[in-house]
């Protein structure tokens, strides 16, 4: 991996929740090549122990951590995994998140005409509700549990939201919603914890192939899928994003040196998609 910054971040504890996936992988690879001790949390214990393995093996400082983010006792238990091995967190990454099929529609527009299929109005409110909870509650409660020693020691904060923040997309009412919280979140946090030395911010990505949304993006033929189409065509750069192309914004916003005056920021990383009209 290639660092498209010189950021010292020697001595920070870094956490990242969703550790185990693409782009929490790539951030918690990056931290710790830039000096972080890293916590890798993930709900999937495997997918956190190959993240951390990998950076042992390069020479960093990293654990893996198995923990539910929206279970509370589930954080706090791993917080004190985190305090024993490295010491108080001082770098919180909010990378826990997705969608689920229960918050998504079938139709992209309502047609009465047309059966058989999940719209707007079968929507099962639990469904939407988890939605909700695993972005919005997800990031409340882990930040309730680790930036609690940050208010000793000052730090940083970066949320992950998304495009979606900005203008929702068809079919996924729920994911929509749940990252517009979770920037508006960011900005109130920001202000909530301004004077106690930690900044907040956010990430908003816009479209980078995970293994959340492979299956929407391409067929089991490998070809990309009409969803794809309207995806590249929206958006001026005509691709999708790479992982290592987030790490710039993200160690930027971390670095104290260049982002020191810079909190409640939602920051697209997106390929032009958020300014282009389609006209």
Excluded: H
């Excluded at 970066?158 to 994911?175: C, D, E, G, Q």
């Excluded at 914004?249 to 697209?268: N, Q, W």
């Amino acid at each position: 991996m290639r660092i498209p910054l010189s950021v010292d971040l020697s001595g920070k504890v870094a956490v990242v929740t969703g550790g185990g996936g693409v782009l929490c992988s790539a951030f918690a690879q990056a931290l710790a090549l830039c000096g972080a001790k890293v916590a890798v949390l993930d709900i999937n214990a495997q997918a956190a122990q190959t993240v951390a393995d990998e950076i042992t093996k390069s020479g960093g400082q990293a654990i893996a951590v198995a923990a539910n983010c929206l279970e509370t006792d589930s954080l706090k238990a791993a917080r004190e995994q985190v305090v024993a091995a490295f010491g108080p967190c001082t770098i919180l990454i909010n990378g826990a998140g997705g969608n689920n099929p229960r918050g998504t529609t079938d139709d992209e527009q309502y047609d009465k005409s047309v059966e058989g299929i999940k719209t707007f109005f079968d929507l099962d409110p639990a469904g939407v509700r988890f939605v909700f909870d695993l972005n919005v509650i997800a990031a409340l409660t882990t930040t309730q549990v680790f930036a609690k020693d940050m208010v000793e020691t000052g730090g940083n904060i970066i949320n992950v939201s998304s495009m979606n923040s900005f203008r929702p997309l068809t079919k996924i009412p729920a994911y929509s919603g749940a990252k517009a919280a979770v920037s508006n979140f960011t900005q109130w946090l920001a202000t909530y914890l301004a004077k106690s030395g930690i900044r907040v911010n956010a990430l908003a990505p816009g479209f980078f192939v995970t293994s959340q949304n492979r299956a929407l993006l391409y067929s089991e033929d490998g070809k990309p899928t009409a969803r794809t189409g309207k995806i590249l065509a929206a958006t001026p750069m005509g691709r999708f994003g790479e992982a290592d192309e987030l790490l710039g914004a993200l160690l930027f916003l971390l670095s104290d040196e260049a982002a020191g005056f810079i909190t409640g920021v939602v920051l697209p990383v997106d390929g032009g998609f958020s300014a282009y009209s389609g006209v």
